[in-house]
T-cell receptor, first 113, second 113 residues
C-alpha cells in the first residue's frame, strides 16, 4: 500500500508559467515532508522541505504548501524554467527531519520554451 | 568538495549471481543510506549505516545486505540475484544519521538477465 502518492506521472508546462506538482499521503503520523529533483543519470537533489507545524515554506521560485487535513502537499515553481525539467519526488517522514523517508514514484516535469 | 561517488555505474549480472556495489560519501559525512529505485515502486529505503553500524533497515529480504567501513565508505551486497532486482541503486550521505537533507550519488544501474 502506497503511503505517498504522486498521481500524475508527468506534467508539461510552458516556460514562465506556474508548475504545480501534487502529492498525497495516507499516514497521519508523517510530520516532515521533502521534495527532491532528479535529472537523468544523476541522483536526487534535495529541493525544499516543510515541517507539519507549518503550512507553507518558500525558497526562491519554489514554494511548498501543506494541507494536513487533506493529507496533501504541493510544490509550486514560479516562474518555470526549461532547466526545471526533471523528475520530482515527494517524500515523507514520521520521525521529523530524522525519520525514514518514504518516497512517491515521482512526477516528470517538462518545461517547454 | 567532491560529491557522493558510486561504483560501478553500470552492471549486468545473471540470475543466481551476487553483486557488490560501492559508495563513497562526501568527505566528513558519516551516515550512508541506500535506496532502490524501480519504475514500479519508485524510491525505496534499503538501509542506513553510521559508525560502521546498521541503524535502520527497510523492508527487503535478507539477500540484501550492507556494511560500512571505518572511513565511512559503504558497500551493499545482493546475493542470489533475481530478475526483479534490476534497478537503480542509490546511495546518499549526510552529516548525521537520518538527516533527511541527504546528498545522493548518481547511482548504480544493475541489470539482471
Amino acid at each position: 500500500d502506497q503511503q505517498v502518492k504522486q498521481n500524475s506521472p508527468s506534467l508539461s508546462v510552458q516556460e514562465g508559467r506556474i508548475s504545480i506538482l501534487n502529492c498525497d499521503y495516507t499516514n497521519s503520523m508523517f510530520d516532515y515532508f521533502l521534495w527532491y529533483k532528479k535529472y537523468p543519470a544523476e541522483g536526487p537533489t534535495f529541493l525544499i522541505s516543510i515541517s507539519s507545524i507549518k503550512d507553507k515554506n518558500e525558497d526562491g521560485r519554489f514554494t511548498v504548501f501543506l494541507n494536513k487535513s487533506a493529507k496533501h502537499l504541493s510544490l509550486h515553481i514560479v516562474p518555470s524554467q526549461p532547466g526545471d525539467s526533471a523528475v520530482y519526488f515527494c517524500a515523507a517522514s514520521a520521525g521529523g527531519s530524522q525519520g525514514n523517508l518514504i518516497f512517491g514514484k515521482g512526477t516528470k516535469l517538462s518545461v517547454k520554451p | 568538495k567532491a560529491g557522493v561517488t558510486q561504483t560501478p555505474r553500470y552492471l549486468i549480472k545473471t540470475r543466481g549471481q551476487q553483486v557488490t556495489l560501492s559508495c563513497s560519501p562526501i568527505s566528513g559525512h558519516r551516515s550512508v543510506s541506500w535506496y532502490q529505485q524501480t519504475p514500479g515502486q519508485g524510491l525505496q529505503f534499503l538501509f542506513e549505516y553510521f559508525s560502521e553500524t546498521q541503524r535502520n533497515k527497510g523492508n527487503f529480504p535478507g539477500r540484501f545486505s550492507g556494511r560500512q567501513f571505518s572511513n565511512s565508505r559503504s558497500e551493499m551486497n545482493v546475493s542470489t540475484l533475481e530478475l526483479g532486482d534490476s534497478a537503480l541503486y542509490l546511495c546518499a550521505s549526510s552529516l548525521i544519521p537520518k538527516d533527511n537533507e541527504q546528498f545522493f550519488g548518481p547511482g548504480t544501474r544493475l541489470t539482471v538477465l
